[in-house]
């Protein structure tokens, strides 16, 4: 993997960022609207990202693109966390997946910030410009059914039942726990002393298995959660084999 330094530095966009509402009772995110899955590839220690996390924030706040339902995840790369500040949040499992998506998409290397909109186009985080084009895109695609229902939050624990439409030969249903809402305090590195603030970060990503061509998925899942206190999201998503194109995706937010 390679630990590319991303853009030219934005440290004039420090400090904007969108104060998300608290919520107050679990809510269900159900619409009619085409769901497009828009994944961020950033990092706490890259000085670009912070201008790509607000806007992550404020697609999904305002959803700006008519009859297209804008779910996202916030994805941490670990490839930064030795170069003066360990971002908390971070993983290796999403340097593995956004290398996957580096090789497919025929990149030269992996960088930050970066979108994957529907796991079909890539654009730079933190232009609005190209990702709107590549919303637009991905949302006059037909998408399968998907559905997350009885959300339960007990005992440390955040269980739903997952159900889809018939599935293509090959396709892998996932499910990610997102934080609602994240902030941190930076004390060295490139962001050192910025409070940073993220949207639906991602704690863990699994994925549920694969249907035999022709026929639907259904299965319960059960995640542990890291606090009683916290407010989370569930996401839901198809994806073709070989970490393709998404088929169809949902989003349930999980109130504390």
Same mark, same amino acid.
């Given at each position: 993997?390679?630990?590319? &330094?991303?853009?030219? #530095? ?12 608290? *919520? ?15 994944? *961020?590839?950033t ?8 201008? +790509?996390?607000?806007? *992550? ?10 009859? =297209?339902?804008?779910?996202? $995840? ?5 490839? /930064?966390?030795?170069?003066? /500040? ?24 992996? %960088?930050?910030?970066?979108?994957? @909109?529907?796991?079909? %186009? ?23 059914? !998907?559905?997350?229902?009885? @959300?339960?939050?007990? =005992? ?6 997952? =159900?889809?439409g018939? *599935? ?8 990610a726990? +997102? ?6 305090q ?8 910025? &409070? $940073? ?7 863990? !990503? ?16 059960? !995640?542990?959660?890291?606090?009683q206190?916290?407010? %989370?999201? $569930?996401?839901?998503? @198809? ?7 998404? !088929?169809? =995706? +949902?989003?349930?937010? #999980?109130?504390?």
């Amino acid at each position: 993997m390679s630990q590319l &330094r991303s853009f030219a #530095v934005a440290a004039a966009f420090f400090g904007v960022f969108i104060s998300l509402p608290a *919520l107050t009772a679990a809510q269900t995110t159900q619409t009619n609207r085409t769901p497009v899955l828009v994944e *961020l590839f950033t990092s706490e220690g890259c000085s670009s990202c912070p201008p +790509a996390d607000a806007l *992550l924030a404020k697609l999904d706040q305002t959803q700006p693109i008519n009859g =297209a339902d804008i779910i996202v $995840l916030g994805e941490h790369v670990d490839y /930064w966390d030795d170069l003066g /500040w360990k971002d908390s949040f971070s993983s290796h499992a999403f340097t593995v997946r956004q290398g996957v998506y580096a090789d497919r998409l025929h990149l030269a290397s992996p %960088y930050t910030p970066q979108m994957v @909109v529907d796991g079909a %186009y890539e654009v730079l985080g933190s232009d609005r410009g190209r990702g709107i084009q590549a919303f637009e895109k991905a949302s006059a695609l037909p998408k399968i059914s !998907l559905k997350i229902s009885t @959300v339960k939050f007990e =005992a440390g624990k955040i269980g739903a039942h997952v =159900a889809t439409g018939t *599935l293509p030969s090959g396709a892998e249903v996932f499910i990610a726990l +997102a934080l609602e809402h994240a902030q941190s305090q930076v004390l060295r590195g490139e962001n050192g002393g910025h &409070r $940073l603030e993220h949207v639906s970060v991602v704690q863990n !990503l699994l994925s549920l298995g694969k249907a035999a061509k022709g026929q639907a998925f259904s299965k319960d899942v059960n !995640l542990a959660a890291s606090s009683q206190q916290q407010s %989370y999201r $569930l996401i839901a998503f @198809v994806q073709e084999p070989n970490q393709g194109r998404i !088929l169809g =995706a +949902a989003m349930e937010r #999980v109130a504390k």
